[in-house]
């Protein structure tokens, strides 16, 4: 394995698992590790599949975090090589297909009538949805892997080498920038911003969370979320790559590797409750219960009230789940293998399974109401209809 250097960062593409195992140097289709077999199950859910595309060559050898998006009735994917397309969400009849000729490396956003994504080679583009037509393009720092995030003012842009910059969302014009201190060893991947209207919240690899006043970029409170400790620089890895959630009452929920899972007061930072508890993705958040991914892919629900855990499911240990996400009271899970799994959101029971994909999934689902798209590592992209 030929570790992926970015001066003066050194970032390595590994899950938490194959951390120990460096010398083993696993990857997502190949793990070092063993993965629970699946085992049959009592399936109270029928996955339907509605229709099936293929997305240029896939997000690239490097599994870069390309997911698709979708707004209204329209998809959008894409994949490493800057093939960008869109396809009616309920048919999958293909309304557009743009070449960017640079390659794309971010989850697409689509919002208010654009596509917003980050490349390799450190741009911002910003397409029209009508017909794929590039509105601008801009220039920050360094890669983007995280999905760009918007305000109705604001894309605000996190790189692997640790700059936010916030650009103007009509022009693409710089706006402001900040810069954090980095650690020299890093997960391959960076925290996804979660913007509102007047603050951008930013986790950091340094396992800070930084509140940034979003006029200036100036940052209005900061803690420590995660804290390096052990001897070796992987051990001290900290790494907040997942997004931090906002309920509607003003709590912030954020997770860390080798860290915490922390609920704040979003307005001061004054911590709710913490448990020990390890992730790199994004948790859902779905009315009291927080749903969350381990690093051993352990599937938990967490009651936000107090912290507590309501269940947890290790039937999928250490099959690189992706991130979750949530389809009419089932959570929604992709897996190494290319399987799509359902666990029932009040139960936590597995109840229901399809394969997509022999090439694996390692981006999240996308769902709107009942409806899931899905896409595979080489890039075929499937939408399914689940049941009851």
Known sequence: MNPMFSTPIMRVALGATALALLAGCATQSEPAYTPKELSSIEESSTLESLWQRDVGDGLGRARYPIAPAREGDNVFAADAEGVVMSFAADSGEERWEVDLETPVSSALTAIAGQVYLGTRNGEVISLDQRDGSVNWRSRVSSEVLAAPQANPQLLVVQSIDGQVTALDRESGEERWVYTSSQPSLTLRGTGTPLVIEPVSFVGLANGRLATLDNRNGQPLWDMQIATPSGRSEVERLVDLTGQPVLSQDGRLFVTSYNGRLVALEAT??????????????????????????????????????NGQEVWRNDELEDRWLTAPAFADGRLVFGDFEGYLHLIDAREGDLVGRTEIDGSGISVPAVTEGDVIHVLANDGHLETLEVSP
Do not use: K, M, Q
């Not at 911590?271 to 993705?281: D, K």
């Not at 927080?290 to 690093?295: G, K, N, P, R």
């Open 268 to 305: 001061r930072g004054s911590v709710i409750w913490e448990r020990e508890l390890s992730s790199r993705h994004a948790p859902v958040l779905v009315g009291d219960y927080l749903f969350v991914v381990t690093d051993e892919s352990h599937v938990v629900a967490i009651d936000t009230n």
